[in-house]
């Protein structure tokens, strides 16, 4: 599996990304990139474990919101519909890629 660096809050990480998924991947790297810049430049939330879990939960919660409003047979625009396994298998590589600064599960 491919491996790129991407950097959320000035801080690096090293992704595993799957063949084709490099634009995906930075995307997404992008999108709890702003949600966490948003969070911190409210000025109300300083430690950055709690800045993600405050972004996990906007951008799930969004995505909740689009799920609802979208008919039950078509996923919600640009956000596909993932099996429950998918979610367990990005919460482990949000865990590995924080290491020791704050396991989400």
């Known amino acids: 599996m491919k491996q790129i660096e991407a950097t959320i809050l000035g801080q690096s990480y090293v992704l595993a990304c799957p063949p084709g998924g490099e634009a995906l991947l930075l995307e997404a790297v992008n999108i709890v990139d702003r949600e966490m810049s948003a969070i911190r430049d409210a000025g109300k939330v300083k430690a950055r474990e709690r800045m993600a879990v405050l ?51």
Request: no cysteine; aromatic share 2%; net charge negative.
């Open 55 to 105: 972004a996990a939960l906007n951008l799930a919660y969004q995505r909740a919101e689009q799920s609802q409003a979208a008919p039950a047979h078509a996923p919600a625009r640009g956000l596909p519909d993932a099996p429950a396994g998918d979610v367990d298998a990005l919460i482990r590589r949000i865990d590995a890629a924080l290491g020791n600064d704050g396991l989400l599960l």
